[in-house]
């Protein structure tokens, strides 16, 4: 079981930068891929970024690719989301996602945090 609280979130705005972070309680982390998905109003949760459980290997969404970068601190039990170059479009629910594999959609994720408002305004 792994319980996450995203944290960071906030108004900015457009061109500026925000560091989210998402910490995780249970002692399996480490063994746990993790993601950062975003939902805007009306539209279906997407993919950001994700990360694999070493943290060798990340992936991203071509919208954010060059703006975002995904870490992790397994002694920590922190994954972070380092944004960028922000846009108004940009503006969504971040929500960070754990699970055994790495995946780059949701149900691709068991656990979920509660999410964080990013808002960016032109």
């Known amino acids: 079981q792994v319980q996450l609280v995203e944290s960071g979130g906030g108004l900015v705005q457009a061109g500026g930068s925000l560091r989210l972070s998402c910490a995780a309680s249970?002692?399996?982390?480490?063994?746990?891929?993790m993601g950062w998905f975003r939902q805007a109003p009306g539209k279906e949760r997407e993919f950001v970024a994700a990360?694999?459980?070493?943290?060798?290997?990340?992936y991203y969404a071509d919208s954010v690719k060059g703006r975002f970068t995904i870490s992790r601190d397994n002694a920590k039990n922190t994954v972070y989301l380092q944004m960028n170059s922000l846009k108004p479009e940009d503006t969504a629910v971040y929500y960070c996602a754990a699970d055994r594999t790495i995946a780059a959609t949701p149900r691709g994720y068991d656990y979920w945090g509660q999410g964080t408002q990013v808002t960016v305004s032109s």
């Open positions: 249970g002692r399996t982390f480490s063994r746990h891929a």
């Open positions: 990360i694999s459980w070493s943290g060798d290997n990340t």
